[in-house]
């Protein structure tokens, strides 16, 4: 079973600050998705990697998957209150149908105003 | 927002009683997972399926079967329900494009007494 480990779990910050979040793993990913939840809703897709050393931005949001293909980061700049929620990462694997997603524990952020 | 409904939304149920959810899709897309949340596990693949009458265990599918008798339908079943099992469900589809994004309902939370 390929194991995603994200850091830090919880994440407290003033509106203005920038931070990143970590998604580590010892197994290789075909691909590298991060999701944000917010209480009481399912998961929404943010962003898709696919290639090694891959840095997408979606706005204030930075996303890059390892060149190894083992390991993300998300970066946010000038975090917003809007920016609140549960940031999960998930790691795919397999091929065909039986292609799944692994997801890591999530990191919960706060943005205080 | 992709056409996704989960039923019930909330549950009470006592142990050992049997406990079935509904996943209803509009989208026709082809696979269909079942995931469970839980604080410090994060989501859990249980059973997904790859078209109509083909599915595969997950992660952790001990306690829970499913069946998909059309592409719309995907129903998770809790034969003996367990305290175990309080926690909350999940169902997503995807079409498997470029981006393997999945598209999560909005979750059943099911408590087992």
């Known amino acids: 079973t390929q194991l995603l480990e994200q850091s830090p779990q919880f994440l407290s910050i003033q509106e203005g600050e920038n931070l990143t979040v970590y998604c580590n793993s010892s197994?290789?990913?075909?691909?590298l998705q991060w999701y944000r939840q917010e209480p009481g809703e399912g998961p929404v897709l943010l962003v898709t990697?696919?290639?090694?050393?891959e840095v997408k931005k979606l706005k204030r949001l930075t996303f890059q998957f390892g060149d190894a293909r083992k390991d993300s980061s998300l970066h946010i700049t000038a975090a917003q209150p809007g920016d609140t929620g549960l940031y999960l990462c998930?790691?795919?694997?397999?091929?065909?149908?039986?292609?799944?997603?692994?997801f890591g524990k999530g990191t919960l952020l706060t943005v205080n105003p | 927002d992709a056409g996704i409904t989960q039923s019930p939304r909330h549950k009470v149920t006592e142990t050992g009683t049997p406990v079935t959810l509904r996943c209803h899709q509009t989208?026709?897309?082809?696979?269909m997972y079942w995931y469970r949340q839980d604080p410090g596990h994060g989501l859990r693949l249980i059973h997904y399926?790859?078209?109509?009458?083909?599915?595969d265990k997950g992660e952790v599918s001990d306690g829970y079967s499913v069946s998909r008798s059309k592409t719309e339908d995907f129903l998770l079943t809790l034969e003996s329900a367990t305290s175990s099992q309080t926690s909350v469900y999940f169902c997503?589809?995807?079409?498997?494009?470029?981006?393997?994004?999945?598209?999560f309902g909005p979750g059943t939370r099911l408590t087992v007494l």
């Open positions: 997503a589809i995807s079409d498997r494009t470029s981006s393997n994004e999945q598209f």
């Open positions: 197994s290789v990913f075909s691909s």
């Open positions: 990697v696919v290639t090694g050393g």
């Open positions: 998930a790691g795919g694997v397999g091929g065909g149908s039986n292609y799944k997603l692994t």
């Open positions: 989208e026709n897309h082809r696979y």
């Open positions: 399926s790859y078209g109509v009458k083909d599915t």
